[in-house]
């Protein structure tokens, strides 16, 4: 359910229009149904920025979520969340949901008895009014039009084109039904998406400035990301390859993929111009934990670990329920395999045999990666992980080996097949059912070719 309520509010507030500005003494409210209802969404569009479509529109919503109702202002680009006020928290509400732009300046959102669930802490400064820019920028402004507070210094998951990000800021997004989440971070020596569990952060996609030169604030442009330095020199592009112009930039909440959006008129839909990454297997969470990417873009399970022994026996939790505490434990080779992370706690010049004992050594770490080129010991590497996720399938003679901790003894050789040998086959079996379906359909087109011309020959004769 959607609720629309620009003409209504016209009357309420006296605007005149639904583009008009939000002026300090006034409040608009938003009614909260008394019972929960999944997939609820209240929601009043009170402002816009008087554009061509796709516009810039701002609404008071209310949302079911979670069994509660969120109450949030939000600004849409067309159909496009680009900003929200509970982004990172929620205020959950009942009753009813209200905007008010205090007497003394101050932008609040509140629930039944006037508590205050969010704010722009701006009482005092002069605010006369809220209003929309032409950029989507949703901004504070004084009698002289001067800024006091501004949507584009609290970013979410989207970056407006013109809007502009500084080092040690970044855009984040949350995957559902999922403890981890998605950055992308701008850093003086590179822009990078992460993948975050906790404390835990570990990298799967970076960019560079070339000569190693340093970021000061990355800015949207029409034709691309821009990466500009401490002399507002720009020295380095994201270029999109379309000739639209760019719209926004998105870090998706359910790949953790980072796209460049452009508005398409023939579609009147956003597509993506550019993809940090390309491939489904180079998602982070392309699988479930535990899972393994094939070549195919499908996943397996490594299907021998069991709940029995305090793991996830398909792929639905995945993380060992505890390792630390004097559990015996022992680390297993899965061949073909790598990981998409990145970032993990590195040693040099260490064997297989030491990379694996590294991992046991320490409680908390699950899986290690080891890495070698043509076997020389001065290039050997050692990465530590705390989460077995991002795990995909890698030709053979790579160089990688890819080991996962597990209880000991849950590979018996004389009860079940090795670990080694059972990721081969799950991993292979996803790939080798396409192979025999394709094989098998075009088995089945030539035997049903070659019948139709031996029929159109004896019809013939």
């Known amino acids: 359910m959607k609720l629309y309520l620009c003409s209504i509010l016209i ?75 509970g982004h990172y928290s929620q205020f959950y509400t009942s009753d009813v949901c209200v905007l008010e732009l205090t007497e003394d300046g101050d932008l609040q959102l509140k629930g039944p008895k006037e508590r205050v669930g969010w704010r722009t802490g701006t009482s005092g400064q002069g605010v006369e009014r809220l209003q929309i820019l032409r950029t989507g920028n949703l901004v504070l402004v004084d009698v002289l039009n001067q800024i006091k507070w501004q949507s584009f210094n609290f970013p979410t998951d989207v970056m407006l084109r013109g809007q502009r990000l500084e080092v040690a800021t970044r855009l984040s997004s949350f995957p559902r039904n999922s403890t981890s989440y998605y950055t992308f971070e701008i850093l003086h020596n590179k822009i990078a998406l992460y993948l975050n569990s906790g404390k835990l952060k570990y990298s799967y996609w970076e960019f560079k400035p070339s000569k190693n030169r340093n970021i000061t604030f990355v800015e949207l442009g029409s034709k691309g990301l821009e990466l500009f330095n401490d002399k507002h020199k720009k020295i380095a592009q994201i270029a999109s390859w379309r000739i639209q112009p760019l719209r926004f930039l998105a870090l998706g909440n359910k790949t953790g993929n980072l796209g460049l959006y452009f508005y398409s008129p023939n579609t009147e839909k956003f597509e993506a111009s550019f993809q940090a990454l390309n491939s489904t297997c180079d998602l982070p969470l392309a699988c479930k934990p535990y899972g393994i990417c094939t070549f195919s873009n499908a996943c397996s399970c490594i299907r021998l670990l069991t709940k029995q022994n305090g793991m996830s026996s398909d792929c639905n939790e995945g993380t060992p329920r505890k390792f630390c505490g004097g559990a015996q434990v022992e680390m297993v080779e899965l061949n073909g395999v790598s990981s998409v992370l990145r970032d993990a706690p590195r040693r040099v010049n260490v064997s297989k045999t030491a990379c694996a004992n590294l991992c046991l050594d320490d409680c908390k770490c699950v899986a290690a990666l080891h890495s070698s080129e043509d076997g020389a010991e001065n290039s050997q590497e050692c990465f530590l992980y705390r989460l077995v996720v991002g795990i995909k399938q890698v030709e053979r003679g790579t160089g990688l080996s890819y080991m996962v901790k597990v209880p000991k003894g849950i590979h018996d050789s004389h009860s079940k097949p090795s670990v080694k040998k ?40």
């Open 11 to 85: 009357l309420l507030v006296n605007y005149g229009s639904c583009d008009s500005a939000i002026h300090v003494g006034h409040r608009i409210s938003l009614a909260v149904p008394s019972e929960y209802s999944a997939g609820f969404i209240g929601r009043a569009f009170l402002m816009d920025a008087n554009q061509l479509e796709p516009n810039f529109r701002v609404a008071l919503s209310a949302e079911a979520i979670k069994g509660k109702y969120s109450c949030s202002l939000e600004v849409f680009l067309g159909d496009v969340k680009v900003w929200n006020s």
């Open 422 to 461: 059972w990721v081969l086959i799950v991993v292979g079996v996803v790939d080798g059912l396409i192979i025999v379906l394709v094989l098998g359909g075009l088995a089945y087109y030539l035997i049903q070719k070659r019948r139709k011309n031996l029929s159109g020959t004896e019809n013939n004769t």
